[in-house]
Every structure is written in structure tokens, then in C-alpha cells.
């Protein structure tokens, strides 16, 4: 195993060449051992690829650097190995290996992608949510990035619901990114799994992201963006799953909102539509020849099971709101509103409108989204 850990640190070597590597000498032990006319005389090895490798022999101590790798939380699985996600191995571009902390069975199940924008819409977040509650309760596995909006909604979701959930992150496994996230990033390593193609300690750069991507797509057998910019990076999620053969889906949105404008192209361009929670996992599993799997304590109603667990069962007749508070919520909904709509909508001079908005706000029954743009929570 050590000698598959120093393959899988290796940098400057693609992974492509690595599995090329593999199967010319056989094994990563036997490509660390062998002598520089054997690595000259690979002709797919680029000159600058072999000093690479020459030079990762002289300055990396194996035996030091494996046994430090021992003492911490992080496994990792290679190609070689049974254990590597079949997904995951018809990707051209996939990662000789992984890390991964946490509970390597989940990769094994049938697994679904949610992503979106991490600047999302409460409706936005709301779907993702159920999509991931109604996916966890069903049991298939929930793959996303964990970012800020639609993906930590979806793993909060599937992890409510009981559900297997799988992150891939652009950083280290040891590091939590965002850190916005971080009560999620302790579920996920207590309750689903953390993976990534770089090793401990490597901070979460730019350019890992649109690479990160390929991974959780590939993980999935379909991709289902919820909420998505023009230019999401969710999009190239979607790009990565139509070359790599996999189905996507969205999440329409309004015709003029540009938070859906990315979703909207998506189907456009003929991906499939979410427009129902229930009817896509029954079509999920329709596809797959297969009933879907329900929880055992879920109840007859699974949006008030969903609700309670998210701690979002409030609505107005829970609180004793005034007549401009009642006024106010009743004319919001999950996109946002700005003052002058709302002023035109309730007729309320704007006084009695932010006393309103502001009890609203406290009560948790509304949020600002936005510099002065409301939407309804509940």
C-alpha cells in the first residue's frame, strides 16, 4: 500500500499515465523499484514525466511519509483495487485514486448529483433540501461539493432523512471548505463520506474546482442542477456528465430569473425537467427496475416529515401577527420581493411595511435574501 500512496501523492504525472504506468510494470511497487532504462523505455512517458517520478524516488522517504499517513484519519482506494467506485471507472479522465474519509460503502449504491449555485433563492434551497431528503429516503446515495446553497442543502437533506451522502472536495480531506459548512463537514464525516483526488493539507485552490467537478459527476448516474447562473460552475458539472454519458436534469425556473437562467439553458438544450420531488425519484426508480426504499419512520405525509426534520414547520398560525404582518407574509413567497413591490402589493406606507418586515424577520417567518429583497421562509 505504500507504494500505491506514493503513486497517488505523485504530481507532474497524469492520471492517465499512472494507469499506463500500472499496467506496464505491473504494480506501483514494481514501477517504484524499477531502474531508469525500463522508465526510458516506456515510449508513452514523456521525458519530463520520467525526471518526475526519478526525482520523487531520491527526495520522497516511503517509509517515513507512509507511516505518517498511518497515524492520521484519511484511507484511500486505487484503481486496483475492488473497492474503487464502478461508477467512477468508465470516466477516461478518472483519478488513479481517492481519499476519503468516512464510510466507503456509500460510493457502492445507486448515487444521484445535486448541485447548484451557492448564491441561491430560498425556493432554490428548498427543493434541493427535499430532492436530497426525498433521494437520502429512498436510498440513494447523494454526491454534491458542499458548497454554500444548493449542494449543502441537498447533503443536509439526504443526512435528515437517514440517506447516504458523499462529498468530493477541491482540497485536502483534512480540510473543510467552506468553512460555513463546517457543521455539515462534521456530519458528513460522522454519517457519509469526504472524498477527494488530493492529499491531506492541500488547500482548496481555484483551479481544483472545475476538476473536482468530473468527479462528482462521475460518482452519479445522473446530475440534477436545481438553481444555476448563466455561468454556474454547476454547468460544468452538467458538461462533465453529457461526455461522460450521464443524464441531466434541472429544476426550471422563471422565464426573467437570472438565478435559473443556467437550469433554463439546461433544458433548452433537452435536458430532463424536475418539475416534482416524488415524480422524478418514482421515475428514477422506474428507470432502474427497482421500488423505491422508504425509511421506517417515515410517515403517510413525507413533506411534513421533511418539514419537522428540517425545523421548518412554522407558519403564520403559529405566531399572533398584526393585520400588516398577516398582510406582509401573505404576499411573499420563496422568490424574492423587494420594498417597492411589496409597498405596491400590501398598499402599506413604508413605516408600517419595514415595522412589519422587521417583526417578520424576527420571528423567522421571512429572511433577506438580498439588500432589501424578502422571502418567505415557511
Excluded at 418586515?357 to 424576527?362: E, G, N, V
Aim: with cysteine; hydrophobic share 35%; aromatic share 8%.
Amino acid at each position: 500500500m505504500k507504494y500505491q500512496y506514493w503513486l497517488l501523492c505523485l504530481q507532474g504525472v497524469g492520471n492517465l499515465c499512472k494507469r499506463q504506468l500500472i499496467a506496464c510494470f505491473g504494480s506501483a511497487k514494481d514501477l517504484y523499484l524499477a531502474s531508469e532504462e525500463k522508465l526510458a523505455a516506456c515510449r508513452f512517458l514523456k521525458e519530463r514525466e520520467r525526471e518526475r517520478i526519478l526525482a520523487s524516488r531520491k527526495v520522497w522517504d516511503i517509509d517515513r511519509e507512509w507511516n505518517h499517513f498511518r497515524t492520521g484519519d484519511t484511507s484511500f482506494v486505487t484503481v486496483e483495487q475492488s473497492a474503487y467506485p464502478g461508477e467512477l471507472r468508465s470516466v477516461h479522465d478518472r483519478p488513479y485514486g481517492l481519499f476519503f474519509r468516512g464510510n466507503a460503502e456509500n460510493w457502492r449504491e445507486p448515487a444521484v448529483a445535486v448541485v447548484g449555485s451557492r448564491r441561491c433563492s430560498a425556493y432554490g434551497q428548498k427543493i434541493a433540501y427535499d430532492l436530497g431528503y426525498a433521494l437520502g429516503e429512498a436510498g440513494i446515495t447523494v454526491v454534491s461539493g458542499m458548497a454554500k446553497g444548493i449542494d449543502g442543502a441537498a447533503h443536509r437533506g439526504c443526512l435528515d432523512a437517514g440517506g447516504r451522502a458523499v462529498v468530493v472536495l477541491g482540497c485536502g480531506t483534512d480540510i473543510c471548505y467552506p468553512m460555513q459548512n463546517a457543521d455539515l463537514y462534521e456530519r458528513l464525516l460522522r454519517e457519509g463520506t469526504v472524498l477527494s483526488e488530493y492529499r491531506d493539507g492541500t488547500e482548496p485552490l481555484a483551479g481544483h474546482f472545475p476538476a473536482r467537478n468530473r468527479i462528482i459527476s462521475g460518482l452519479s448516474s445522473q446530475v440534477v442542477v436545481v438553481e444555476a447562473r448563466e455561468k454556474s460552475g454547476s454547468l460544468i458539472t452538467a458538461d462533465f456528465a453529457l461526455e461522460q454519458g450521464k443524464d441531466v436534469f434541472a429544476v426550471p425556473g422563471r422565464a426573467t430569473d437570472p438565478m435559473s437562467a443556467g437550469c433554463n439553458r439546461l433544458i433548452d438544450q433537452g435536458a430532463g425537467i424536475v418539475c416534482s420531488v416524488e415524480d422524478y425519484v418514482r421515475q428514477l426508480f422506474e428507470g432502474m427496475g427497482a421500488m423505491p426504499r422508504k425509511s421506517s419512520d417515515c410517515g403517510e405525509n413525507p413533506e411534513k416529515d421533511r418539514s419537522e426534520k428540517r425545523g421548518e414547520n412554522r407558519g403564520e398560525g403559529n405566531f399572533l401577527l398584526e393585520k400588516e404582518e398577516r398582510l406582509v407574509y401573505s404576499c411573499l413567497d420563496f422568490y424574492p420581493k423587494g420594498l417597492d413591490q411589496l409597498q405596491g402589493e400590501t398598499k402599506l406606507e413604508i413605516l408600517p411595511l419595514l415595522a412589519a418586515i422587521m417583526r417578520l424577520c424576527d420571528l423567522g417567518l421571512i429572511r433577506e435574501n438580498f439588500k432589501n429583497q424578502y422571502v418567505r421562509l415557511g
